[in-house]
């Protein structure tokens, strides 16, 4: 997309990518104003998103672009922190991320961007290379996918760090965030530990974690028991997914992904099945995301995971 005089909305988390994305659209001659996403975080536990707000202030200031804050508790709670809840409730591991980016970070962003006469949306996502963040973006609506930028998608992130130093953004030395979309430095064990309870250790545990020098291989949410063992489960050849979304025509896959930083799976798509070329080294979990691949790794599509 052409940027130069278009009005594009960044959305400013307080780090070190987006800023960056900003800096760069803005060179491009874009007419760029930062948008902070306020969401959802659980009450009596620490937060920080009023210090990443104020770092996503600087970076605006730095720039002398317009500053917005969108309003998206709602949204957070709805459809990021029931549905992890309700997952974990089930005996499913969820995506957290992958909802966040459906309906806060790309969903409702977008909607907000568009009533406000935006031309397009830019995050600071990586869609290649060491970082690629293109496992978390699957669920995404194809038609907001495509109205939206990624400035620094094709970077590494060292080259990120050199133009934030470049550009004398005051967050340039800052640390990557470590925390998952909405719960920021609070972990997710203990959030899950206040809502959940820690009775019930089929409920706080997935397949294949490592539990006591042990391996999860099975659990029973009903009766609250985990079997364990001491080799690392495997899967089969096949997994099954549900809720779909595409990009592309799915006889274009040609790998897939089963988790974030897993093995890349060579193999085709029949049904709602996809077929592994070869054994899957590791067990794939309910409730997971599967994300699909092209010859070109290009992202083709993904789902969630019902049963190997």
Known sequence: MVVTGKKIFVGLSGGVDSAVSAALLQRAGAQVTGV???GWYPPGMPCTWAAERRDAMRVAARLHIPFRTLEASAE???????YLI???RAGRTPNPDVMCNRDVKFGAFYRYARREGADAIATGHYRRGEKDQSYFLWAVPKEILNATIFPVGE???GEVRALAK???LPVAEKKDSQGICFLGSVSVEDF???ELGSDNPALLYTLGQKVEGEYVSAKDVAAGTLTLTKERPRGGKDISFRDANWFENPETVQGAQSRYRGPHLQGHIEENRFISHSQIP???VPGQSIVFYGPRNELIGGGIITAS
């Open 86 to 88: 309700g997952e974990y």
């Open 155 to 157: 970077y590494e992130k």
């Open 282 to 284: 590791e067990i794939p």
């Open 76 to 82: 957070y709670k709805k459809w990021v922190i029931d």
């Open 192 to 194: 899950l530990r206040r």
């Open 36 to 38: 902070f996403i306020k």
């Open 166 to 168: 470049k550009f004398r």
